[in-house]
């Protein structure tokens, strides 16, 4: 089993931040990627950020130059996303993607940016 645990969002304002956490843990082998998407009411879950198991990175365009995913330290089950100059259109549940040879979701965690 492997349990995937999102946390760190809430309520704030536009021009503000948040940091989402990410923690994977249980019958974990070799991660090959993880991630970070959201799905608004109404739309499509989308990729937000993702970083794979060399540290590269790769970003949704509407989040590029605001948003940054990053690991501390060489814990490799545990990822960030520092959301900065927050949005009202960022509004979404945030949901953590750890990938392996199959693909792990946590419950998401509710961002809301209010204008």
């Known amino acids: 089993q492997v349990q995937v645990v999102e946390s760190g969002g809430g309520l704030v304002q536009a021009g503000g931040s948040l940091r989402l956490s990410c923690v994977a843990s249980g019958r974990l082998f070799t991660i090959n990627a993880m991630s970070w998407y959201r799905q608004a009411p109404g739309k499509l879950r989308e990729l937000v950020a993702r970083m794979d198991s060399g540290g590269n990175t790769d970003y949704g365009d509407s989040v590029k130059g605001r948003f940054t995913i990053f690991r501390l330290n060489s814990a490799r089950n545990t990822i960030y996303l520092q959301m900065n100059n927050l949005k009202p259109e960022d509004t979404a549940t945030y949901y953590c993607?750890?990938?392996?040879?199959?693909?792990?979701w946590g419950q998401g965690t509710q961002v809301t940016v209010s204008s």
């Open positions: 993607n750890t990938r392996t040879s199959d693909d792990y």
